[in-house]
């Protein structure tokens, strides 16, 4: 059976999904994601959603599902990289996904995690690259 | 071949003299919009391919194959007249000012016979009113498109997606939000933020006339579906009266950044963005400080 990898990088965990998510995946996502966040007490989840072009109320349940049970275990999620069709399709079904961070890519949802959990790595150093006097 | 059909056979050249002499004499000729030699044009056609139509017999039914060509060109001649900006009033007088050429001709050839004169009027006014009918129809259908077509004009023209700043989107909503506009604009403010990556959207509703519930919760929806997409929206342009009806109808807008005019949005985008706007030390002209 298909499975979506989840990937752990430090201590966030990363899903890509690449392919649509019919309902038996989307379960085992959920399934395998929160069993993955108590095994290796992860604090963020970064979900990747920028390939999925087709969404219902079951797949929007499931993401809301993900984000709350993440937060009961003391890990953000951030869904990146919605499609507008996506997003409208949702809004439309009246789901907003309260409580879920979203970010435009993963970089930006990267950065939206590290100030969510606290974690800030060198705040200082891309302000010291750049002179005070550079302005534009 | 019927007496009707004979009679407009026979007498075509008089009933269009008589039939040109009415229209140039009515006083809302409109020679402005068309020449006296297109107008004789027109309805030399229209009046010979009425003749050959009842030529077939057929004096009742306009929906017959044999009236397709005479239903063309009045189609063709009241979708012109809709576009040219004729008013109804003149397209409907243009086929009942031939109903009356035809009565005079008639008149003129049945007086000894009145009872046959009665019959014949009889059937060429059905006919001819019947025809006048098809000419409304197609006027109106004919304004009806001229409408619509400005419709998706204006929606085109008025939800532009401007890019006020890198990572900064403002959209300016002018004229009522209604679901089909919503949905356009809806359309261009997150394709746009795909394309520019932009994380803030400002809505300017300066230019919205009125906020009903319905306009609020369409609102509302641009305002999710932006955040669904990673992007912040903020709300600006909210008038007094705006506020005064939003509240009056207990429409909750509290989870939604709002701002009195797009220069407030605009500081909050910038500071969001940690952009810091300054007068400058050297001259009185703006300095961005990233």
Known sequence: ?136 | MNNTAQLLQNNKKRILEIWMQNQLDDEALRDDLISNEELRRQSEELLSSLASATASGNVENIYAPEYEPVTEILTDISITRARQGFSPRETGMYVLSLKQAISQVMENKLSDKPEQLYKELNTMHRLLDNLSMVTFDTFIKGREEVILRQNDEISEISTPVIRVWEGILALPIIGTLDSARTQIVMENLLQEIVNTGSSIAILDISGVPAVDSLVAQHLIKTVSATRLMGAECIISGIRAEIAQTIVHLGIDLSNIKTKASLASALQVAFAMRGVEVRKSNKNTGLNLLR
């Open chain 1, 1 to 136: 059976m298909d499975r979506i990898p989840i990937l752990k990088m430090g201590p966030y965990l990363l899903v890509t999904i690449q392919v649509d998510l019919y309902d038996r995946l989307a379960l085992t996502l959920e399934n395998d994601l929160i069993n993955m966040v108590s095994k290796t007490g992860a604090r963020g989840v970064l979900i990747d959603i920028s390939a999925v072009s087709i969404v219902d109320s079951f797949m929007g349940r499931i993401l809301g599902n993900i984000a709350s049970m993440s937060r009961i275990m003391d890990a953000e999620t951030v869904v990146v990289g919605m499609q507008p069709a996506v997003a409208i399709t949702l809004v439309e079904l009246g789901l907003t996904l309260q409580g879920v961070y979203t970010a435009l890519d993963v970089e930006k949802g990267m950065e939206l995690l590290q100030t969510k959990i606290g974690i800030i790595e060198d705040p200082e150093d891309e302000d010291e690259e750049v002179p005070d006097d550079d302005t534009v």
